[in-house]
Nanobody, 117 residues
């Protein structure tokens, strides 16, 4: 397992941008799947973006073209750049690490993102 600490959430107006960071407690170079999920009030947690150890990425349809996930193994950090934010992007965003998007062994504590209209 690995400990994950998110940062970068906050309040932003629609159309604005935020960058989330997920700092790991150890090297992430051999973690097969890392990514970001989000959970809005009354909704299930959903995968927003993921990246493999080889650099392949996966995005939810709702964020394609607006969000970009990337990782810096030297800094043990995964980032989520969020542009053109919409009110429906409002949620708690969780960083994850696992063997796949659905087999998760570590979660961060979450960071709130609120987009005002």
């Amino acid at each position: 397992q690995v400990q994950l600490v998110e940062s970068g959430g906050g309040l932003v107006q629609a159309g604005g941008s935020l960058r989330l960071s997920c700092l790991a407690s150890r090297s992430i170079s051999n973690i097969n799947a890392m990514g970001w999920h989000r959970q809005a009030p009354g909704k299930q947690r959903e995968l927003v973006a993921g990246i493999t150890s080889g650099g392949s990425t996966n995005y939810a349809d709702s964020v394609k073209g607006r969000f970009t996930i990337f990782r810096d193994n030297t800094k043990k950090t995964v980032y989520l750049q969020m542009n053109s934010l919409k009110p429906e992007d409002t949620a708690v965003y969780y960083c994850m690490a696992g063997t796949s998007w659905s087999i998760v062994h570590s979660w961060g504590q979450g960071t709130q993102v609120t987009v005002s209209s």
